[in-house]
């Protein structure tokens, strides 16, 4: 994986959540969704998939990869890194889109924005992990390939996300 070094958390200090607490939700309360019930799908109804239909693959088939042929990687080639070099970051250095971090700070993931309500996420391998989708607080609700809810990205308040599992526990970062 090609990864610049203005994008690295671990030589960019303004990316890296350990350095830079705005950004850390353990210590920015506004970020955090134990404390902040805006950001908290077990809370706030408009972003749990679960009770909101609009942000749940299994009800609404307008963003289930499996019946939505345009968000399915494994159909449409444009949203596919192993056929389309412009979304690769092993081979396209210039790579624009977010990539996803553990709290080391060690790359776990990429994400290809596949239009304004949905995202793909590949791990390293170029496999097609998850997929997020658009939630009413700009964040995403995660989701495996079976559709099964697994967590959600939200905000950093700095051009960013965390990511947070299914009971809200900090688990990554987005940049």
Known sequence: MILPSNRNPKINNLLNPTINNEINPRINSKIDPRINNMINPRINNMINPRINNMINPRINNMINPRINNMINPKINNIINPRINNKINPKINSSYKGLFV???????????????????????????????????????????????????????????????????????????
């Open 101 to 175: 971090f553990d709290l080391q700070s060690n790359l776990t993931y990429f994400v290809v924005e596949v239009n304004d309500k949905v995202i793909q996420v590949f791990d390293t391998g170029l496999i097609n992990i998850m997929f997020g989708i658009r939630h009413a607080k700009n964040g995403y609700a995660l989701f495996d390939m079976n559709n099964d809810y697994i967590g959600h990205f939200e905000s950093d308040s700095q051009n960013g996300f965390n990511q947070f599992d299914e009971t809200n526990k900090w688990i990554g970062f987005v940049k």
